[in-house]
Nanobody, 126 residues
Framework: QVLLAESGGGVVQTGDSLRLSCVVSPTGRTLSHYGMAWFRQYPGKEREIVAVISDDGRTDYRDSVKGRFAITRDNANNMLYLQMNNLKPEDSADYYC??????????????????WGQGTQVTVSS
């Protein structure tokens, strides 16, 4: 069973930074062979991809976070990170990490939908 667990969310002010972390237990899989991603979800809305990183470290971002967010991975320690700088109120959402697998959400680097963490909430006050 693949397990993911996010941490690092919180309440911050506009312009502040947060670093989200995700520990992955990839049971039966070699993490370095899979893409990983961060999604976010607004209340009542579908999840949307925020950032994705390929198995070999290539990255892609949704336009609204380019230049502000950075996704990184540490395969040796089974970790995924999202550094979020210059946060804006519209970044307020529940953030989820995901391991490549499934076909509900497809990106530049893989499709996702089968493996999620429980989410961490980010609130940015104006």
């Amino acid at each position: 069973q693949v397990l993911l667990a996010e941490s690092g969310g919180g309440v911050v002010q506009t312009g502040d930074s947060l670093r989200l972390s995700c520990v992955v237990s990839p049971t039966g899989r070699t993490l370095s062979h899979y893409g990983m991603a961060w999604f976010r979800q607004y209340p009542g809305k579908e999840r949307e991809i925020v950032a994705v990183i390929s198995d070999d470290g290539r990255t892609d971002y949704r336009d609204s976070v380019k230049g502000r967010f950075a996704i990184t991975r540490d395969n040796a320690n089974n970790m995924l990170y999202l550094q979020m700088n210059n946060l804006k109120p519209e970044d307020s959402a529940d953030y989820y990490c995901a391991l490549e697998g499934g076909d509900k959400y497809c990106s530049s680097y893989g499709c996702y939908g089968d493996f999620w963490g429980q989410g961490t909430q980010v609130t940015v006050s104006s």
